[in-house]
């Protein structure tokens, strides 16, 4: 069975700040990890993925997440946090890229000015 | 940019009622995939569907659950007799074979009564 794990609730940054969401995963095989964003009322948006190649993946509205398969781990990061990125973020993986998605519990990023 | 949509955004119905929602995959998709959210959970896989069958259906996708694609654009979810616990978001999903990501619909808000 596949699992994903998100140890925060809830993440305070202040704008201009660098941010950190933290993921890790429980997969058999090679994992295909993905981060995706909701903000209220709306659906699930695809940020970022890393299936393979370098371990740090870069995506959308300048978010990127580091792969470290020891630490069996995918956190977003991104260097200078806007009021703007506050929402909820999920990590998810897969067993393969058509597979079923496997989500954590999200992790609210506040950010405030 | 092409995108997923759901229809409807919200339905309220009684116990025991089927409902139909229903989604737009983009158009080039092949693959079609149904999650569900309920209030304060996590989102969970309920079904991937191509080439007009099921690949992978999740524990919680039973017989009370059906999945059509009645026509070229069109990709359903079924719910023959609605139980209190099926209150939920749920989410459509498509992806094609090339970018194996899964691109979400806003969802429809299910309560049922």
């Known amino acids: 069975a596949q699992s994903v794990a998100q140890p925060e609730d809830q993440v305070n940054v202040a704008e201009g700040n660098p941010l950190t969401v933290k993921c890790t995963y429980s997969?058999?095989?090679?994992?295909?990890l993905f981060w995706y964003v909701q903000y209220p009322n709306r659906g699930l948006q695809f940020l970022l993925k890393y299936i393979t190649g370098d371990n740090l993946v870069k995506g959308s509205y300048g978010f990127e997440a580091e792969f470290n398969k020891s630490q069996t781990s995918f956190h977003l990061k991104k260097p200078s946090a806007l009021v703007s990125d506050s929402a909820l973020y999920f990590c998810a993986v897969s067993r393969g890229g058509r597979r079923a998605l496997t989500f954590g519990s999200g992790t609210r990023l506040q950010v405030q000015p | 940019e092409p995108e997923v949509t759901q229809t409807p955004s919200h339905q309220v119905t009684q116990m025991g009622q089927e409902v139909i929602l229903r989604c737009v995959p983009i158009?080039?998709?092949?693959?079609f995939y149904w999650y569900r959210q309920i209030l304060g959970q996590k989102v969970e896989f309920l079904v991937s569907?191509?080439?007009?069958?099921?690949?992978?259906k999740s524990e919680i996708f039973d017989d009370q659950f059906s999945v059509e694609r009645p026509d070229g654009s069109n990709f359903t979810l079924k719910i023959r007799s609605t139980k209190l616990e099926d209150s939920a978001m749920y989410f459509c999903?498509?992806?094609?074979?090339?970018?194996?990501?899964?691109?979400f619909g806003p969802g429809t808000r299910l309560l049922v009564l």
């Open positions: 569907f191509y080439n007009n069958e099921i690949s992978e």
């Open positions: 158009s080039n998709h092949l693959y």
């Open positions: 999903a498509s992806l094609t074979e090339i970018q194996e990501t899964q691109y």
């Open positions: 997969v058999s095989g090679n994992p295909y």
